[in-house]
């Protein structure tokens, strides 16, 4: 029953601009500003405009969240723990080593309080945030040789940052800091020995399997990365109700899109990379277990010396054991079941 | 930058009437069709008002999306598989045997063309929809004693529906029809020897595991149910464009939030429920291959008797054979380490 305009509502033009932490060229992780922008734009007939910039465009990718906390501009779409040299508690909105997957990640954001657990310490920031993105589990990266103990990864030098960056660095892995242009070259020339980048299909773009063919998995320390849309807290607080609760919808379905997308396109990236030449290789249970037991050191020195990190990670390890007993009943056999037949040809 | 309204754009008054095919004691997944609502409402200043009907104020359960293709409601909040017996088809726009889990059918939903060819079928049924929901893969049910072959389940009176009912009564089964709140006396009295429901957060509720110990996964029949939001297609194509898109972005973050919650609430409730005395088992792999193969022969004899069911069982099936093979890599990987420090006490 579509009745005539009896109060007519006004959707007021706001005009934001938001940069984002990635280039054009990830078109899925990229693409999902873009996909919030679209879903608000078109929800308000363009009356709310959300522009959005690429990496480098306004502010350079990683300085992507202090430009909203500013008001340089009013969003940015970016990844918490990228933040983590602040205050290791921007990385508990993200990912940390041996967490939550991107579907316990989201029930805790959703449901177990995590969102607004971390709006608290955000805001301390001057900032909001809500989940706008999911890679799903990514991959542990290219290595140019295999490595099999914790001894091989003696002296080894990665491009890996943040978190696992510290834990690697513990086992005797040098961290190193690349963008991300200049990793082929660095693996081409030895430079580093290793790179952890996404997954398969953002990883399939670079080419890291013609120079170092050894596709390692997991990667421990993402296993579920919430990607954020974050916004300036005065200007969000400054919408109107209607706006403020359209850019929450908006971000729920974005978060959803991009795993969506990841989902969808990983496969068919996956069997491309092993038919060019990829050596997929599980890291070993040592290494593993090693850096399992490595990442728990470092959380309790963070716990001890850090009291919001502390609450935000009770908060996830409380709901994680629960988790991840639940998930080995249905849905561990059902995916098993799948997969035998997948391994036996017979889907 | 919030600027004054230049160009004011109206939010015309449209109030709909949704049935949804769920009692409201079922809060997660009849709550589903309240979060849309209130997506949709919040972002339109309550000018988009979609007024939700339990199962049974306006039309039973069963008969939610008979009712928005009549007009009778302008939108309904169902599970495709309802209404099977008119048309197998709509099975496949919710869940089948051995199909996909719920990231693998968000997955070919959003982005595997899943939508547009569901609604190219539900076009010709009068109706458009989306995705509006997700339960995760399901159990598989409450047994009052031990099934461990085939042959015991010859002869085993079941409270089981549509396709799987179907498969299991070629294995000898003997499905039953029955509302949920005349399975516990059935199971109670020996009238029937077991039931599905849902899963571990809404059995609790109806305590099963009173009558029926022995709890049984997965639920092979529903390895990640989409739950659709569908909509009277002269209604839905009537609204403006901007409300048009509204409703998609609002089922796309109820989709996601259903699952959310699901993933949330049912790890504490399996804890309880093992508590209380139901016994986990999990299906043998005889059962589980036997039931395997007899669907494969259903859906053999269905695509050779229904191009409609061919032309959309086919491409489910090409991204279910990519799906579950990348999922055994990072994904799987990372859970079951996961899951071996759950069982070992280390998380």
Not at 60 to 77: K, N
Not at 107 to 130: K, P, S
Not at 285 to 314: G, Q
Request: charged letters at 20%; glycine letters at 10%; proline letters at 5%.
């Amino acid at each position: 029953a579509l009745a005539a305009p009896a109060i007519a509502q006004t959707n007021p033009k706001v005009t934001w601009r938001l940069t984002s932490s990635f280039p054009k060229s990830l078109d899925t992780i990229y693409g999902g500003a873009e996909v919030l922008s679209k879903y608000v734009s078109e929800a308000t007939d363009g009356n709310f405009q959300i522009q959005v910039f690429a990496a480098g465009e306004i502010v350079p990718g990683l300085q992507a969240a202090d430009a909203a906390a500013a008001g340089t501009v009013e969003a940015c779409h970016t990844v918490a723990y990228y933040y983590w040299g602040k205050d290791p508690t921007w990385a508990l909105g993200a990912a940390v080593p041996f967490a939550l997957n991107a579907r316990g990640m989201n029930a805790w954001h959703y449901h177990g309080g995590g969102i607004d657990l971390f709006n608290e310490f955000l805001g301390t920031q001057g900032l909001v945030g809500y989940p706008g993105g999911n890679t799903g589990v990514q991959m542990g990266g290219w290595f140019r040789k295999e490595i099999k103990t914790v001894a091989d990864m003696k002296g080894l030098k990665m491009r890996v940052g943040g978190f696992a960056g510290k834990v690697m660095e513990r086992l005797g892995v040098v961290p190193q800091q690349l963008a991300g242009g200049d990793i082929y070259p660095a693996l081409e020339k030895g430079t580093i020995d290793a790179a952890e980048w996404v997954g398969p299909y953002d990883d399939e773009k670079l080419g890291f399997y013609k120079v170092a063919p050894y596709y390692y998995y997991p990667g421990w320390w993402e296993g579920g990365p919430t990607v954020h849309a974050m916004f300036n807290k005065a200007a969000f607080d400054g919408l109107p109700k209607a706006y403020q609760s359209l850019l929450r919808t908006a971000c729920q379905a974005t978060d959803a899109n991009m795993l969506q997308k990841y989902d969808y396109l990983n496969p068919s990236a996956i069997k491309r990379l092993v038919a060019a030449g990829a050596k997929l290789s599980p890291f070993s249970p040592e290494i593993l277990s090693a850096c399992f037991d490595e990442s728990n050191k470092v959380y309790a020195e963070m716990e001890a010396s850090n009291a919001p990190f502390k609450k935000i990670w009770e908060s996830i390890k409380a709901f994680r054991a629960e988790y991840f007993l639940n998930a080995q009943i249905a849905e561990y056999n059902y995916d098993t079941f799948m997969m035998i037949q997948q391994r036996n040809g017979k889907i």
